[in-house]
C-alpha cells in the first residue's frame, strides 16, 4: 500500500510539471512564428522522407506485380497461344459473314443485315433477326 501512495505522490509531481511544459511549448507555438517555422520544416522534412519511402515501396510493388505477370504468362503460353488463335477464327467468321452480306447486297437487290448476314427489308432501320441498327 506505501508503494501505491508513493507512486500516487510522485504522479501528483509529474503530471502538472508534464502539463506545464505542453502549455509552455503550445504557447510558445502561438507567439513564435520562427518555432512555427521550424516545426513545420521539420513535419515537411519528414514527409519528404516518408514520400521518398513510399517511391521505393512502390517501385518494389510494381516490379514484384510484372515479374508474377511475366512468370504467369510464361506458365500458360500454349493456352494463351490457342485461346488468341480461337479468337481469330472467331473474329474471322464475323468478317465473312459481313463480307458477304456486302457482296450480295451489292449484286443483289436484296439487303442483309452487315452484323448477322441475313436478308432483310430495303426499308429497314433495324434487322428483324439481330435486332440492331442498320
Known amino acids: 500500500m506505501e508503494g501505491t501512495i ?3 505522490k510522485i504522479l501528483m509531481i509529474i503530471v502538472p510539471i508534464f502539463m506545464l511544459l505542453v ?3 503550445v504557447f510558445a507555438m502561438v507567439l513564435s512564428p520562427k518555432l512555427r517555422g521550424k516545426m513545420m520544416a521539420r513535419n515537411i522534412k519528414s514527409m519528404k522522407y516518408m514520400l521518398d ?12 506485380a510484372i515479374n508474377i ?4 504468362i510464361d506458365e500458360n503460353e500454349d493456352v494463351l497461344k490457342e485461346t488468341a488463335s480461337k479468337e481469330g477464327d472467331i473474329a ?3 468478317v465473312e459473314k459481313k463480307a458477304r452480306a456486302i457482296r450480295k447486297g451489292l449484286l443483289e437487290d436484296e439487303i442483309y443485315c452487315k452484323y448477322c448476314g441475313k436478308s ?4 429497314s432501320k433495324f434487322c428483324k433477326y439481330c435486332g440492331k441498327e442498320l
Open 120 to 123: 432483310i427489308e430495303k426499308d
Open 53 to 64: 519511402e513510399s517511391k521505393d515501396s512502390l517501385e518494389e510493388m510494381g516490379n514484384t
Open 6 to 8: 508513493a507512486i500516487h
Open 92 to 94: 474471322s467468321i464475323g
Open 69 to 72: 505477370r511475366k512468370k504467369i
Open 23 to 25: 502549455f509552455i511549448v
